[in-house]
């Protein structure tokens, strides 16, 4: 089955993402995220898309861990979905831009409150003596913000990345799979299909 000819890549990775969204995935939202530090080397890792549009797809993260200085000193990354029981993969290359305030709180506050407190007490990325010392970071900011909301840690935030080119991949038979290319041009797309 042949990869859709269409002039817009967010609907056809919307259509795909429901489709996941509907089936029984474990982590259907997982993706990689790739980037580059200020010296350009590269590093990967699973995360979660929190939500995508017309400007790009959504993470959060603490920006004091290591994907988010990568991202600060050298604001572009690549992301890689790939779902198995469709025979799908798509991946997205792109700029990054920091989510607004007001995105990053809003879907701060629709966080359970558990995972709100574990954004205070995780200094993602740095060294930690034992899993005890997490014990006590958590129970302080839990005593802390026992009553009422828990506002957004300051070096919590998010990031989109502003898609400049996507490919869809779909497997076929003996390796013949189709390949659809998405390259930014303006206001609008081109397309291309690859060999596979």
Avoid at 53 to 78: C, H, M, V, W
Avoid at 116 to 141: C, D, M, N, T, V
Wanted: charged share 25%; glycine share 6%.
């Amino acid at each position: 089955m042949a990869i859709p000819d269409t002039d817009d890549p967010i609907a056809l990775f919307a259509a795909w993402y429901d489709d996941v969204l509907a089936s029984d995935i474990l982590n259907p939202t997982a993706m990689t995220l790739a980037t580059a530090d200020g010296d350009g080397r590269p590093t990967a890792r699973m995360i979660l898309l929190k939500g995508f549009d017309q400007r790009g797809f959504i993470f959060y993260t603490n920006n004091q861990s290591r994907k988010g200085e990568a991202l600060t000193a050298n604001p572009a990354a690549a992301l890689c979905f790939y779902w198995a029981k469709f025979d799908h993969q798509v991946r997205i290359e792109g700029a990054v831009e920091a989510a607004s305030d007001e995105a990053a709180d809003e879907y701060f506050a629709s966080r359970p409150k558990d995972s709100q407190i574990g954004a205070w007490a995780s200094a993602q990325s740095r060294p930690l003596e034992g899993h005890f010392a997490l014990e006590k970071e958590i129970a302080r900011y839990a005593a802390r913000y026992a009553l009422g909301a828990v506002p957004r840690p300051p070096q919590w935030s998010g990031f989109r990345v502003v898609p400049e080119r996507i490919e869809f991949w779909e497997e076929g038979l003996f390796r013949l799979h189709d390949r659809l290319v998405f390259h930014r041009d303006g206001d609008g797309w081109t397309t291309e299909r690859l060999f596979p």
